[in-house]
């Protein structure tokens, strides 16, 4: 008993393929979740597996294709035999398509033009917009509700939150991977086939996750915010998940956090109804 309707939102120039997923009927304005998917996650698992049950508990939800992955505009740069772009207006050039970029800090501001867009959606509340995030996904919820006080409520499901203590040989790393970008020592001068996580699809932009910090930005959240983590969870420390609750519980957040006894992706099937329950559970009392 729910409507879908596809939508594009515009995100610093590029077209994001997103799904507005509302309960059908009724009247009145109702509360909201954006949800936002994980490393190489797309929009159609989170319309089926939880934006739709969501939904059908009252909620306007939004799913969405970060860019560069799904049917989202890939990002586009110059070519190097490209002039420089010194002219304003339309202009047609030579360019370069990228996707499949893993790149926090395009994602957040994705998340960030998602939410601008859900605010001002016909029949949502916007005193009732909360955040649900999952995987990579679950550490941006946390970097934008610390920023918007507009979120009245957040999810963060097995979330990636990076670590409290990062090595320093991995800080060089990143600083190194900046200064070949700037140098166009790779080509192209975004990655492209280097630095994989085994295991995972998709290209991390490991310069630009020097500047992503869920831990840090979590002592600045206000919104109730609800942790659901895995006990043998293989891409983070157990112990990092942790730390980031005790954070927040430190600086005096309503904060609450659920483990089940699984890895990282058996929360997405073995218990995935007792997560989202949870989640729904979470968003029904502070929404």
């Given at each position: 008993m729910v409507t879908r309707s596809q939508v594009t939102i515009w995100s610093e120039g590029s077209r994001l393929a997103a799904e507005l997923i509302a309960p059908e009927g009724g009247s009145g304005p109702r509360p909201a979740i954006l949800l936002?998917?994980?490393?190489?996650?797309?929009?159609?698992?989170?319309?089926?597996?939880?934006?739709?049950?969501?939904?059908?508990a009252g909620y306007v939800c939004l799913v969405f294709d970060y860019r560069g992955w799904g049917g989202s505009d890939g990002r586009m740069i110059s070519t190097p035999d490209t002039p420089m772009l010194t002219t304003a207006g339309e202009q047609t050039v030579k360019v370069r398509v990228i996707r499949e970029l893993v790149d926090p800090v395009d994602q957040v501001a994705d998340i960030r033009a998602c939410l601008a867009f859900l605010l001002t959606q016909e029949g949502v509340d916007p005193e009732r917009v909360g955040l649900w995030g999952s995987s990579y996904g679950g550490g941006h919820v946390i970097v934008v509700a610390a920023h918007d006080e507009r979120v009245k409520a957040v999810v963060a499901q097995i979330g990636g939150f990076g670590s409290p203590n990062p090595k320093v040989e991995w800080t060089q790393f990143q600083r190194k991977r900046?200064?070949?970008?700037?140098?166009?020592?790779?080509?192209?001068?975004?990655?492209?086939?280097?630095?994989?996580?085994?295991?995972?699809?998709?290209?991390?932009?490991?310069?630009?996750?020097?500047?992503?910090?869920?831990?840090?930005?979590?002592?600045?959240?206000?919104?109730p915010t609800l942790f659901l983590d895995a006990e043998l969870e293989e891409y983070a420390e157990p112990a990092t998940h942790g730390h980031i609750f005790e954070v927040m519980k430190t600086a005096g957040v309503t904060t609450e956090r659920v483990t089940y006894p699984c890895t990282h992706y058996q929360v997405y099937d073995q218990y995935h109804e007792p997560a989202l329950e949870a989640a729904r559970a979470w968003f029904a009392r502070y929404l």
């Open positions: 936002c998917h994980g490393w190489a996650g797309l929009k159609e698992h989170l319309a089926e597996r939880y934006a739709t049950p969501l939904a059908e900046a200064a070949d970008k700037a140098r166009a020592l790779i080509d192209p001068p975004v990655p492209q086939g280097i630095d994989a996580a085994p295991s995972l699809r998709g290209v991390p932009d490991v310069a630009r996750q020097l500047y992503h910090a869920p831990i840090e930005a979590a002592s600045k959240v206000r919104a």
